[in-house]
């Protein structure tokens, strides 16, 4: 079935500093990547949605210039938080659907929990 | 605005039961619904993905069931095991190419 690797699985930083996750499409294809951002006991919620080539449209009160995110292939994407601090600590997952098949599952990535000292 | 609700929000129960998450959702007008499962700190594992057409799925131990006109999905674990024991998150999909909302989630303990 299809994959999606996310890397690093977790990653402790010190405050100010930036932190690059990836995440990749391996046996298909993703025009669209989601990114999600889980706290504690919460839901995922979404932060912004990576389309291919093209700048990245981000949910109500997420700072596109905090989290940036680059979509620059159909297999990868990128989201670095920029600056990071305490309150940035938090799980991030991004998810991908086959190009091919609108509406059909969305495949996630395992996960990166950041921790920003 | 989408807005999925799970209930209960935490659940513990013997091995060997039988139970019933529930999901509910504020717009009927979906193109799907996914049940995940997540293990603490991991990510998310797709269980079954139903299309708004269809009225049930299922998968082993599991069924879950659509009622798209009122807004109400449920999945169906029988025979509990301890293994069983994660975060069943619900999530629809409005339309196309949109992002799922996801529900907070039900913590199932199932205990030995």
């Known amino acids: 079935g299809a994959v999606v690797s996310q890397h690093p699985s977790w990653v402790i930083c010190k405050s100010g500093t930036s932190v690059k996750i990836e995440c990749r499409s391996l046996?298909?294809?993703?025009?669209?990547m989601f990114w999600y951002r889980q706290f504690p006991k919460q839901s995922l919620m979404l932060m912004a949605t990576?389309?291919?080539?093209?700048?990245?449209?981000?949910e109500q009160g997420v700072e596109k210039d905090k989290f940036l995110i680059n979509h620059a292939s159909l297999t990868l994407s990128t989201l670095t938080v920029t600056s990071a601090h305490p309150e940035d600590s938090s799980f991030y997952i991004c998810?991908?659907?086959?190009?091919?098949?609108?509406?059909?599952?969305?495949?996630f990535g395992n996960g990166t929990r950041l921790t920003v000292t | 605005k989408q807005e999925v609700t799970q209930i209960p929000a935490a659940l513990s129960v013997p091995e060997g039961e039988n139970l019933v998450l529930n999901c509910s959702f504020t717009?009927?007008?979906?193109?799907?619904l996914q049940w995940f499962r997540q293990d603490p700190g991991k990510g998310l594992t797709s269980l079954l993905l139903?299309?708004?057409?269809?009225r049930e799925q299922t998968s082993g131990r599991l069924n879950a069931s659509l009622d798209k006109s009122s807004g109400r999905s449920t999945l169906y674990i029988a025979a509990s095991q301890p293994g069983d024991s994660a975060t069943y998150l619900c999530?629809?999909?409005?339309?196309?190419?949109?992002?799922?909302?996801f529900g907070k989630g039900t913590r199932l303990s199932v205990i030995a």
């Open positions: 999530a629809v999909l409005h339309s196309g190419n949109t992002p799922l909302v």
């Open positions: 998810s991908a659907r086959d190009q091919a098949g609108i509406g059909s599952p969305l495949h």
């Open positions: 139903i299309q708004s057409s269809q």
């Open positions: 990576s389309n291919e080539g093209s700048k990245a449209t981000y």
């Open positions: 046996d298909f294809q993703a025009t669209t």
């Open positions: 717009d009927s007008a979906i193109y799907n």
